[in-house]
């Protein structure tokens, strides 16, 4: 079922995006694409926030907890502001993902809400990570996979979340990752809503079938795909298979959520440092 939109609403969307998606100054060896697909039931725009600053080559998600909506308030309000404090260390050139993180959980300290996070950044020939909860990263090289974070949660359906009534801390608690990129190698990073949905067959099929696109098309059509399996209650999706194991009581099929992801291809590598040395001079 479709939901018509308000003109309110696209104005939010439009803006949101506007402020958080800078692909200015942007170097040629990296191709970025984003999408997002809020939960249909939700009569405004979903708990899920992202950023990209491709000067900075830095990408971040963040996914609110819904049940805040519950108890009245905004469950978007928390995401939002860590989002906002993250790109702010970016922008004043912090390179550690885990310190961006901590940073982000520092200054949104006052605001009621929880919510998880994943902080990429790109430094020369590497890509470093750091993942709170069920939000999620993985590298697909040579159409496999390369690398994946770990989905942290304290029970099945219930993610490692920072936030007004969480004593859990980036900077004890994140997962952090670093790894050699290689041209070619296509990082996809997304909210539970997209690792709920598809399996790593379903997200390097997408990939395979859009190599010669952008990565914008290959984020829409990752997206899509993800959004169509939520609505199937008749298939296996990896939140079916990870709800049976748990003894967790679910219907089957997909879950509906709200779908947030960032694709980063790597075009080309960085130039080599230059490592020669001007002679000494003997005084």
Same mark, same amino acid.
């Given at each position: 079922?479709?939901?018509?939109?308000?003109?309110?609403?696209?104005?939010?969307?439009?803006?949101?995006?506007?402020?958080?998606? %800078?692909?200015?100054?942007?170097?040629?060896?990296?191709?970025?694409?984003?999408?997002?697909?809020?939960?249909?039931?939700?009569?405004?725009?979903?708990?899920? !926030?992202?950023?990209?600053?491709?000067?900075?080559?830095?990408?971040?998600?963040?996914?609110?907890?819904?049940?805040?909506?519950?108890?009245?308030?905004?469950?978007?309000?928390?995401?939002?502001?860590?989002?906002?404090?993250?790109?702010?260390?970016?922008? %004043?050139?912090?390179?550690?993902?885990?310190?961006?993180?901590?940073?982000?959980?520092?200054?949104?300290?006052?605001?009621?809400?929880?919510?998880?996070?994943?902080?990429?950044?790109?430094?020369?020939?590497?890509?470093?990570?750091?993942?709170?909860?069920?939000?999620?990263?993985?590298?697909?090289?040579?159409?496999?996979?390369?690398?994946?974070?770990?989905?942290?949660?304290?029970?099945?359906?219930?993610?490692?979340?920072?936030?007004?009534?969480?004593?859990?801390?980036?900077?004890?608690?994140?997962? !952090?990752?670093?790894?050699?990129?290689?041209?070619?190698?296509?990082?996809?990073?997304?909210?539970?809503?997209?690792?709920?949905?598809?399996?790593?067959? %379903?997200?390097?099929?997408?990939?395979?079938?859009?190599?010669?696109?952008?990565?914008?098309?290959?984020?829409?059509?990752?997206?899509?795909?993800?959004?169509?399996?939520?609505?199937?209650? /008749?298939?296996? !999706?990896?939140?079916?298979?990870?709800? /049976?194991?748990?003894?967790?009581?679910?219907?089957?099929?997909?879950?509906?959520?709200?779908?947030?992801?960032?694709?980063?291809?790597?075009?080309?590598?960085?130039?080599?440092?230059?490592?020669?040395?001007?002679?000494?001079? %003997?005084?």
């Amino acid at each position: 079922m479709s939901l018509r939109r308000s003109n309110t609403k696209k104005k939010t969307i439009h803006s949101f995006v506007k402020t958080h998606v %800078d692909l200015k100054n942007a170097s040629s060896d990296i191709d970025y694409g984003y999408h997002q697909v809020f939960h249909p039931g939700k009569p405004d725009a979903g708990e899920d !926030t992202f950023f990209i600053n491709a000067q900075y080559r830095a990408i971040a998600v963040f996914d609110g907890i819904g049940e805040w909506r519950r108890r009245g308030i905004d469950a978007r309000a928390y995401p939002l502001k860590l989002c906002d404090t993250a790109l702010e260390a970016v922008q %004043d050139n912090e390179r550690d993902p885990l310190e961006i993180m901590s940073i982000a959980c520092n200054g949104s300290k006052g605001i009621d809400g929880t919510s998880t996070a994943c902080v990429g950044v790109f430094e020369g020939n590497e890509f470093k990570a750091a993942n709170l909860g069920d939000s999620a990263f993985v590298v697909i090289r040579d159409f496999s996979l390369h690398l994946r974070s770990k989905s942290q949660q304290i029970k099945f359906n219930v993610p490692y979340q920072m936030g007004s009534t969480s004593n859990i801390v980036p900077w004890e608690k994140a997962d !952090t990752y670093k790894t050699t990129i290689e041209i070619g190698d296509v990082i996809v990073m997304g909210s539970d809503g997209l690792f709920d949905n598809l399996f790593i067959e %379903d997200i390097i099929k997408v990939i395979k079938k859009n190599w010669d696109s952008s990565a914008q098309k290959m984020s829409k059509a990752m997206g899509h795909k993800a959004f169509v399996k939520s609505k199937n209650r /008749k298939i296996k !999706t990896p939140f079916s298979e990870e709800a /049976k194991a748990s003894e967790y009581d679910w219907p089957g099929g997909g879950k509906m959520d709200d779908i947030t992801l960032v694709i980063a291809r790597v075009k080309s590598l960085p130039p080599a440092p230059d490592m020669t040395r001007s002679p000494s001079l %003997d005084l």
